[in-house]
């Protein structure tokens, strides 16, 4: 049921041209060192319990993007994981929008571009592109490997126009906010 509801809530954000990101992908059941917790899961497992609800929100509601987790599953970082985000988000469920690290949680960004993360968050400045451009170089990973993840992030970037809408006021039009020079006097109570 929660994950019939997540859908319908990602359907609802996107039809206002509205990108949604479910979270955390995948089997993120700790807060306690969960950017070192591993998570050692059989297929089965992680397939019926941790990743159902998932691919229900993807296949039904097409999310622009999701946001993996900090941890491990079975010795890897989500953010890395090529099975996890190749072999069954992109290949089993067709998912097509950008992976995005939760904040911090990349670990290896050529690594995680390679094997099927978009975006980076936060976005650290040039190093992250300097470290993919000198993975490339160096033969770590290959162009074709970085075409989704640029793929992806341009879709991500430019919604259909169907479900675009304007703003109800042309940009240049709306008024300039003033703010005073001091703040407001506190009330004598305070």
């Not at 509601?61 to 069954?88: F, Q, R, V």
């Not at 990349?106 to 690594?111: F, M, Q």
């Not at 989704?148 to 008024?175: G, H, I, N, Y």
Request: aromatic share 8%; hydrophobic share 35%; net charge positive.
């Amino acid at each position: 049921m929660r994950a019939r509801m997540a859908a319908a809530y990602v359907r609802g954000i996107q039809k206002k041209g509205i990108a949604a990101c479910p979270k955390h992908f995948a089997a993120n059941n700790q807060e306690l060192r969960r950017m070192a917790s591993n998570s050692v899961l059989d297929e089965r497992t992680l397939r019926e319990i941790y990743l159902t609800g998932f691919e229900i929100v993807v296949k039904e509601a097409h999310p622009k993007s999701i946001m993996s987790s900090y941890n491990l599953i079975n010795g890897t970082y989500a953010n890395e994981n090529p099975h996890l985000l190749l072999d069954i988000l992109r290949k089993d469920w067709g998912f097509d929008g950008a992976v995005v690290t939760d904040w911090g949680g990349s670990n290896d960004h050529a690594l995680g571009v390679k094997n099927g993360s978009t975006l980076e968050m936060p976005c650290p400045g040039g190093d992250s592109i300097r470290e993919l451009m000198k993975a490339v170089k160096n033969g770590k990973v290959t162009e074709a490997d970085s075409t989704p993840a640029s793929t992806s992030c341009w879709s991500w970037c430019s919604p259909p126009t169907r479900q675009w809408r304007k703003p109800p006021v042309p940009l240049t039009r709306l008024s300039t906010t003033y703010w005073p020079a001091a703040p407001p006097p506190r009330a004598s109570c305070c």
